[in-house]
């Protein structure tokens, strides 16, 4: 391991004893014998370096250990085997509220959750003022956190937790909670801090912020490590893994469809201050659905947004994803800037594309639709696969695309 690494996992493993039943429990004791248990392990060895400047993304079906693994990484848990070395200092975002006081307003939880990660109060006081101002939060200052929303709780940690000069910044989720502008500058606050050389360890189900963010990731499965190393390695067989389970569990059906960002799908209230994706329709051959058919280089795909755009924030750019049914993106197109056209009083806007002779090799495919900040890095709202186009085709071509140009003798 290197001697600059700030994290340092050697073969920690954490489990839990699995108490017999209490009638078997009281026998022992009054036997005499010790009472007898069985471990349980919610994370088996695992090693990991996280060194500065370095990020690190940790992906996993619910259940995996990921949230074990980061607050071992964090100090507050301690490992059942093997060792954890952290040198500098580390702020988490962990589970929502955790180094709150619930009781408390939030302003004396700013003083109380950065002394907690280590910062003095001169400089919490010289601070301070930033961290308000990030939050949004001005107007609550004086309000007990347990009157919070989730959003705001989340705000308010993030906010103390980015202004401390972390050496280690640890997130768990919370970047998938609260609206897309405060998400878009708590994205580049992250970049900011990655930029000054903060290490960054990084769980999340929004495999965009995984694949952005993070150099490489760790894939655990039941507490096991499935797979380690470079980002876009580990990325692409996860999500070939995810594909396979959803299609099991959907009994085969290969029209379903994954939501946005709340996995909710799109049909969402508007409100003003957000930049979000209303609606998507893609057509095939001017045939809409999930699940279309058509003839390789000859249909013509098009894809319709309707966008909620925000006084806040630059336009946001619309995008169209073509992957393989792995998740193995083959081909992305992005709307230029000022593409969109103009928001009504509501603050919506449209956006069309359109790709005639679609020049894809017969099979079948995803269509992803992805709304981008103005400088197409941060990804307000998604919805992938949007649909399925299923493609016909004559011929010994290989590959999934039919390429353009001319033979000539």
Known sequence: ?????????????????????????????????????????????????????????????????????????????????GSARIRGRVAALLELGSGFNLEATGLQNIYLYAATLGLPRPLIEQRLQDMVAFSGL?????????????????????????SV??????????????????????????????????????????LFHVDLFCQRTLWLHHGQVRAWGDTKAVLPQYQEFMDAAATANDGGNPSSIQGGADGQGFEKAARPELVRLLSATVALDENTGTELHGIAHESVL?????????????????????????????????????????????GHCRAQFRMPQLALNQGRYRVGVYLLCHQARYVYDWSDPHAHINLQHQGPHQGPWLMPGQWQC
């Open 138 to 162: 001005e107007e609550f200052l004086h309000a007990p956190v347990k009157t919070y929303s989730t959003g705001m709780q989340v705000r308010l940690a993030f906010s103390i937790a980015t």
């Open 302 to 346: 098009e894809v319709f947004f309707e966008i909620q755009v925000s006084t806040d924030e630059p336009q946001p750019r619309a995008a169209v994803v073509i992957s393989t049914e792995s998740g193995r993106i083959i081909g992305t197109s992005i709307s230029p800037p000022g593409v969109l056209y103009s928001a009504d009083p509501l």
């Open 1 to 81: 391991m290197s001697s600059e690494a700030l994290l340092t996992l050697v073969d920690v493993a954490k489990s839990y004893p699995i108490a017999r039943r209490p009638l078997q429990q009281l026998w022992a004791q009054l036997r005499g014998a010790k009472a007898r248990s069985d471990e349980r392990y919610a994370l088996h060895a695992v090693n990991l370096q996280l060194s500065r400047g370095e990020s690190v993304g940790i992906v996993g079906l619910n259940g995996a250990g990921k949230s074990t693994l980061l607050q071992m990484a964090a100090g507050v848990l301690t490992p059942s085997s």
């Open 165 to 206: 000069d972390p050496d280690i910044l640890i997130v768990d989720e919370a970047l998938s909670v609260g609206d897309g502008v405060f998400a878009k500058r708590s994205f580049d606050r992250i970049m900011q801090l990655r930029e000054k050389g903060t290490a960054l360890l990084l769980c999340s189900h929004a």
